[in-house]
């Protein structure tokens, strides 16, 4: 969603956060945004993504365009401490074959509603191709791609691009106490989320389905819902907020699966 941030008689703090949140002042109003959360919805249905557009439905909005906003991220996300290194492998390295991977590709296509990725691809893109015969090119370049991925056998500079993100900011809290921090000079409260690459998400499923990682996804159950759970981390979140609410679970058990819903892909 474009924002617009011109400096002008209207560029107030109020004035800003509601066009970023796409809340009109009234209707027919100059400047007002409050058509853009409803043709977004609007484009999420037409391209059949139902839960997206439950989600923008429900949500407090997206963060403003500012420079404020660029802060807070870079805040939430400071610079490594250390220098970053590759850990050693262990154990037998999995290999995917470019089928397997075309199989994937294929389900995916018919059935995902997620987002492009940082690089511009979704997986609903191959749409047409579901029923194509297995010598198309490009899902077969693509079905090559993802194994490879899947199988750590890539250059480190594709293995560096493949854990690129985009941050998006969502506001934590309705437009009215947004307002209100930001009036206190207190700055919003606001959620980082991150889309990585569509690719990488792929290649990551399938290692998800092999022997080892089931077992280990029993192995570490019920303690961890992190891994191949599926909305497990949410489910987590939600257990742990109706019990602590009933006085069973501690503050920092909650905070904990917060960590786990914020951070998961």
């Excluded at 969603?1 to 002008?8: A, N, P």
């Excluded at 400071?78 to 390295?93: A, C, I, K, S």
């Amino acid at each position: 969603m474009t924002t617009d941030l011109t400096i002008g008689p209207d560029s107030a703090p109020d004035t800003l956060m509601r066009r970023a949140l796409g809340t009109p002042f009234q209707d027919g109003a100059p400047g007002a945004g409050g058509s853009n959360i409803a043709r977004r919805i609007a484009n999420k249905i037409k391209q059949d993504r139902t839960r997206q557009a439950t989600q923008t439905l429900l949500s407090n909005g997206q963060a403003e365009g500012s420079l404020r906003t660029a802060r807070i991220m870079k805040e939430m996300h400071p610079e490594p401490t250390r220098e970053v290194t590759q850990l050693p492998p262990r154990g037998d390295q999995i290999v995917v074959d470019p089928g397997t991977a075309k199989k994937m590709l294929k389900q995916r296509a018919g059935s995902s509603t997620a987002p492009n990725g940082i690089f511009g691809w979704a997986d609903d893109y191959l749409f047409f191709l579901r029923k194509e015969d297995p010598d198309n090119a490009f899902l077969d370049a693509e079905s090559e791609l993802v194994a490879l991925m899947a199988s750590a056998d890539v250059p480190q500079e594709i293995a560096f691009l493949a854990t690129c993100g985009a941050l998006t900011a969502i506001n934590k809290l309705p437009l009215e106490e947004q307002l209100k921090r930001v009036r206190s000079g207190q700055d919003p409260k606001l959620r980082p989320v991150n889309n990585g690459s569509n690719i990488t998400k792929v290649a990551f499923r399938l290692l998800a389905k092999d022997k080892s990682a089931v077992r280990l996804k029993k192995q570490l159950r019920p303690t961890q819902l992190g891994l191949g759970a599926k909305a497990g981390p949410e489910t987590m979140v939600n257990c742990a907020r109706a019990n602590y609410a009933a006085g069973g679970l501690t503050l920092r058990i909650c905070r904990t699966a917060s960590t786990l819903s914020s951070t998961s892909p």
